[in-house]
């Protein structure tokens, strides 16, 4: 017997992917984690700023990736 994946106790329709949950908090969590890295490496202030936005756009790029996917599933 196939086990569904559902909250509901009639077995309703199953949960959607809950990876992109996981992704952005991994993202955020390094994107937290490269202010204090750069500073205790001494990193030169202008790398910064080229540094931090790439990792936020990366962040929100994976973020869009998961919720267009999680959109699509609900077509």
Do not use: N
Not at 11 to 33: M, S, Y
């Amino acid at each position: 017997m196939e086990t569904k994946h559902s909250d509901s106790p009639d077995g309703g329709p199953p949960r959607p992917p809950r990876i992109g949950l996981v992704v952005a908090a991994v993202a955020f969590t390094l994107v937290a984690l490269v202010g204090p890295v750069l500073l205790a490496l001494d990193i030169d202030p202008t790398t910064w700023v080229m540094v931090i936005p790439l990792l936020w756009l990366t962040v929100f790029a994976g973020i869009g990736h998961y919720a267009w996917r999680f959109m699509k599933f609900f077509r």
